[in-house]
């Protein structure tokens, strides 16, 4: 997730991955293809957090509900890979998969490439099922909510011939 995030970072340019606080435009110098003049010179890049805060605001599809899951994720993962935990230990399979494929398949669309590209055709379809799946049940909660809040009265509706309210 993390290195397709940045790859999607820097598709649009490469600069915008380079990490130039502190007054240091060395990172950025580079990014843009020139070499720095800094002795002992290592490009430094942007943490994933800051890769997906700005994936939100360049990438229509990336909302927020994507990013909070990326962040989460990736959070996750370096907990997997720095501590020797194991945070997706318990979690169900079904719980992640249709967000990580549905930030998968935005980030790859960034780049003008699918799903099939990245894993191959047999795992493309068992994502994109898992995300039909992850689709039906959220029709499914929003019917059975609005029929609930029609049932109790809680949702009025204001038609536009008789300009009065009406239930849903």
Same mark, same amino acid.
């Given at each position: 997730?993390?290195? $397709?995030?940045?790859?999607?970072?820097?598709?649009?340019?490469?600069?915008?991955?380079?990490?130039?606080?502190?007054?240091?435009?060395?990172? %950025? $110098?580079?990014?843009?293809?020139?070499? @720095?003049?800094?002795?002992?010179?290592?490009?430094?890049?942007?943490?994933?957090?800051?890769?997906?805060?700005?994936?939100? +605001?360049?990438?229509?599809?990336?909302?927020?509900?994507?990013?909070?899951?990326?962040?989460?994720?990736?959070?996750?993962?370096?907990?997997? %890979?720095?501590?020797?935990?194991?945070?997706?230990?318990?979690?169900?399979?079904?719980?992640?998969? @249709?967000?990580?494929?549905?930030?998968?398949?935005?980030?790859?669309?960034?780049?003008?490439? +699918?799903?099939?590209? $990245?894993?191959? +055709?047999?795992?493309?379809?068992?994502?994109?099922?898992?995300?039909?799946?992850?689709?039906?049940? *959220?029709?499914?909660?929003? *019917?059975?909510?609005?029929?609930?809040?029609?049932?109790?009265?809680?949702?009025?509706?204001?038609?536009?011939?008789?300009?009065?309210?009406?239930? $849903?």
């Amino acid at each position: 997730m993390e290195l $397709l995030a940045r790859a999607a970072l820097s598709n649009v340019s490469p600069a915008l991955l380079a990490d130039y606080g502190d007054r240091n435009w060395s990172s %950025l $110098l580079h990014s843009l293809g020139f070499t @720095p003049t800094e002795p002992k010179f290592s490009p430094r890049s942007i943490s994933i957090v800051e890769v997906l805060r700005r994936l939100g +605001e360049i990438l229509p599809n990336f909302n927020k509900e994507i990013e909070n899951f990326c962040k989460a994720h990736t959070g996750m993962r370096n907990g997997e %890979l720095h501590s020797g935990e194991n945070p997706f230990d318990g979690v169900a399979v079904s719980a992640w998969h @249709p967000k990580f494929y549905k930030a998968v398949e935005i980030l790859l669309a960034s780049m003008s490439m +699918e799903l099939n590209e $990245l894993i191959g +055709e047999t795992e493309a379809a068992t994502a994109k099922n898992s995300l039909q799946r992850r689709l039906i049940r *959220k029709q499914k909660l929003y *019917k059975a909510m609005l029929m609930h809040t029609n049932r109790c009265g809680w949702l009025r509706v204001k038609t536009s011939a008789t300009n009065s309210t009406s239930p $849903l």
